[in-house]
Each structure stands twice: as C-alpha cells, then as structure tokens.
C-alpha cells in the first residue's frame, strides 16, 4: 500500500510528515532500550527480508494483489520502536531508488505502513499472549491475529487520511469500505507470512524474539490443599548461565533467505495492482496522481534499466535493494546502539580513557 504523490494534498502531506518524523526521533531514543551487540545487526537483517518480502506480491481477489507490510513481524521480531525504524529505512530506500511510493507522501507511508501497523499489531500481540498460555504455539497464532488486524487498521488509517487531505471528491464511505475490505483479504496473507516467520526463528532461536522474551517459561506452580502457588526455589547450586549463543549463522541464513527472495522467487510474483492501485482505479482516487520524481531512478519499478532482460533486471535490482538496506539498516541501528552505551560508560571506564 504504497501511496504515490498526488492522492493526498499538499498540507495533510506535511503533518503526515511531522507526524512522522516525530514517530522515528521518539523511536531513535525507545530503540536504544531494544537493540544491544546481537539486535543491531539483527534488526538490519530484519529491514532487508521485509525489503524482499514486499516484492512478493500475491494474489488476493479477481485482478488484485497484495503484499507484506512488515510491521508486525518487525515489532515482534525485535520491538515495537526498532519496528518503526525498520520500516522507515525500508519506505525510504523503495521511495528514492526504486520509485515505490511518492517522494512527497514519505511522511503518509511511513505513518500508515511503519507507524499504525506496528502500534496496532504489538498492542495485540502483547495482549493476546498475556492472555493465553505461555508456549511457542500461542506466541505464533498471536502474531497470526495481530498481523491480520494490522493490514485493515493500516488501511484505515489511509481513509482517514483522505478523508481530510484527498485531492478528488470520491464519498469517503465508498473509500473506507473498499480499502478495509481488500486489506482484510490481504491481512489473511499478512497473517500467515507473519506466523510463518515468527514460528520459524521461534523453533531455532527463540531468545531473538523480542516479543517473548521472558514470556515463554511460565513459573514451575504447585498445587497445596487445592491451590496453586509459586514452586520453592531450589536449594541446591543453580547451574551456570549457558554461554550466549552467536547469531553468525542465524544472520547468515536470513541474508541469504532474502537474496533468493528477492534475487529468484520474486519473478514468480503477481503482477496485479494491490490493494490501494485497484481501489484508486475503481473509485477514481488516481485522477490527480503524479509523475515519481525518481521515475528515471535506473532501478525504477524494481528493475535495472540497462538490462533488457526482464528477470535479470528484476532479480538484480532485488539484491540491491537488499543490499542497500542490509548495509543502511544495520548502520542506524549499530549508531543507535552506541548511542545508548555513552550515557551508561562505567565511571572507572571514563577514568581510565582519561588517565
């Protein structure tokens, strides 16, 4: 659900932008909570495959596509505020190289895809598995739901939007009934990519899931004179904390993951309009539609221009865009994370750089 320049008017525009350049600063600070040495690089990883997923458009209803936003799978995979910073860099590298998404609607696309779907599926992620047993089966149907409800929220959102600041005068019922209902379809492939993925890294490594963290193990309970209470600790010598696992192997395999995605298997994609395209062509909100000021990008449409041949071109600019977002993510996240080792430098550390 990209949305181009020209379906929001220029004011709206510019507090979709204020609006979103506040969510990122406020996320710049809550990620340095979220991201430590493993995270970083970790969340860099996660900015790339949703990079790569997003070129996998499916088919979703008669001549309509849809494809991943990526905010719930980012928010539980390394937390809500890295989440936003995720899908920020992602939106703003498919805006400028790939001419995905107007240049001028950056502010609109990260509020509505970066912003509402992660608020949205976290809040309902964290509520369900608060509300259900604590195991790696309901973790995975909690982000199935919460990344259901993020795509129609998402779309939600985009009506309100145009409601205020659309630039043709379509009956904002018409609008909001349409975009809610194709996104409620597309929530569905939302869902399972999202469960897919969460159950996947949950199987393997289940300490880099940062929505689970500490949720999962459930205290050992005992039940006297029909009561259940919290087991005695144990008497003996606990055991030494295991070493902490590296994530190379981990990283390596994501990265590869998404190469293939984007690199191979997003040829096969469908190239039906998604959701908002079809909804903007039925309903008339593209009669002010602008020209992509990176329209002459020579990885415009996600292709390299010089290539005539459609699948190399598609493939290559795929393991570009990956790469570029790989390298750009982990670079903010890695600044953000040094960031947040200045303020708590050890005193004795301090003093010793200055001796």
Known sequence: MHVPDGFIDAPVSVAAGVFAAGAVAVSLRGARRELDERTAPLAGLVAAFIFAVQMLNFPVA?????????????????????AVLCLSVVLLLQGIFFADGGLTALGVNITVMGVVTVVVAYAVFRLLTGLLPRTRRSATASAFVAALVSVPASAAAFTLLYWIGGTTDIPIGKVFTAMVGVHVLIG?????????????????RPDLVHGVQGSLAA????????????????????????????????????????????????????????????????QGIDEKVEEHG???????????????????????????????TVV????????????????????????????
């Open 328 to 355: 750009v993510g982990t670079g903010v996240f890695w600044v953000v994370r040094r960031r947040k080792e200045e303020p708590g430098q050890a005193p004795h550390d301090r003093d010793h750089e200055n001796a």
């Open 219 to 282: 205290p050992l309970k005992l039940r006297i004179d029909g009561e259940l209470v919290d087991a005695p600790a144990a008497t003996r010598d606990p055991e030494p904390a295991p070493a902490r696992r590296s994530t190379r192997g981990f990283w390596i395999t994501g990265l590869v993951s998404a190469f293939l995605l984007a690199g191979f298997v997003s040829f096969y994609a469908s190239a039906n309009p998604d959701g908002l395209e079809r909804v903007a062509a039925d």
């Open 294 to 324: 990176a329209a002459d990008s020579p990885l415009a449409d996600y292709g390299v221009g010089d290539i005539a041949n459609a699948r190399l071109s598609g493939g290559l600019a795929g393991v570009i865009g990956v790469s570029a």
């Open 188 to 204: 569905i492939g939302e869902a399972v990519i999202t469960a897919l993925t969460v159950g996947a890294v949950l199987a393997v």
């Open 62 to 82: 008669a001549g309509t596509s849809g494809h991943l936003m990526g905010g719930a799978l980012a928010a539980i995979l390394v937390g809500p505020y890295t």
